[in-house]
C-alpha cells in the first residue's frame, strides 16, 4: 500500500537536496559580476531551508515517525538516534550558516572561506542524512507501521505544501520568497544563471 507521507517526505527530500545542489553551484561559481544577487539568491535559499525543512519537516519526523519507527523496529535504533542528533545540529547549523553568508557580504574576501567550510560540512550532512533515512528508516516504516499510524503519519504530512516540491502552490505570506528563488536560483531550482 501506498502511504501519502512516504511520498510526502520523499519529495521534499528531492526538492532539499535539489535546493542544496544548486547552493553549492552558486557558492563554486561564487559572485562574480553580480555580488548583490549571489548573496541575496543564498540568503534566501537559506531562509527556506530554514522555514520549511527546519521547522515543517524535521519536527513531524523527530515527534512523529521516529518514534513509531523506533518502538516497531528496534534494529534502526541506532540510525534514528543519529538523525535526531543530525536534526538538532542542522536546526542550530542552518542559522550559523546564515550569520557566515553575512559576514562574507559585510566584512569581505577574508570571511569567504569560513562560510565555504561551514557550508559544505552543512550539505554533505545533510545529503547524507536523507540517505540514511531514505536507506534505512522509510523501509522500516514501511515494513513496521500500522495503518493507525499511517493515517496520524499521513494527515500530518499533508500539512506540509512545500512549493519548492513542485505540488503546491505558495503561501501567499511566502510567494515573493519563492518568486525571487525561483527567477534567480541557477537549475534544478531556478531559472536563473546563478
Not at 27 to 56: C, H, Q, S, T
Not at 69 to 76: G, S, Y
Not at 144 to 168: I, M, R, S, V
Amino acid at each position: 500500500m501506498k502511504h501519502r507521507s512516504l511520498e510526502i517526505i520523499r519529495d521534499e527530500h528531492s526538492s532539499l537536496a535539489a535546493m542544496l545542489q544548486s547552493m553549492r553551484m552558486l557558492v563554486d561559481r561564487g559572485p562574480g559580476d553580480d555580488p548583490k544577487n549571489f548573496f541575496d539568491v543564498l540568503r534566501a535559499m537559506l531562509f527556506y531551508i530554514d522555514e520549511f525543512p527546519e521547522r515543517l519537516h524535521h519536527p513531524k519526523e523527530t515527534e512523529l515517525l521516529f518514534p513509531r519507527v523506533a518502538a516497531a523496529a528496534p534494529e534502526v535504533g541506532v540510525a534514528i538516534a543519529r538523525l535526531d542528533r543530525d536534526h538538532e545540529y542542522t536546526e542550530k547549523a542552518v542559522r550559523d550558516i546564515q550569520h557566515l553568508l553575512m559576514a562574507w557580504e559585510y566584512m569581505g574576501e577574508s570571511r569567504r572561506q569560513a562560510f565555504v567550510d561551514g557550508f559544505t560540512r552543512y550539505v554533505n550532512l545533510y545529503l547524507a542524512h536523507m540517505q540514511l533515512e531514505e536507506q534505512e528508516v522509510l523501509p522500516a516504516a514501511e515494513k513496521h507501521l500500522t495503518e493507525a499510524d499511517w493515517a496520524l503519519l499521513d494527515a500530518e504530512f499533508e500539512k506540509n505544501c512545500d512549493p519548492l516540491t513542485g505540488k503546491y502552490k505558495p503561501d501567499p505570506a511566502y510567494e515573493a520568497l519563492f518568486t525571487r528563488i525561483v527567477m534567480n536560483a541557477p537549475a534544478p531550482i531556478g531559472l536563473g544563471g546563478g
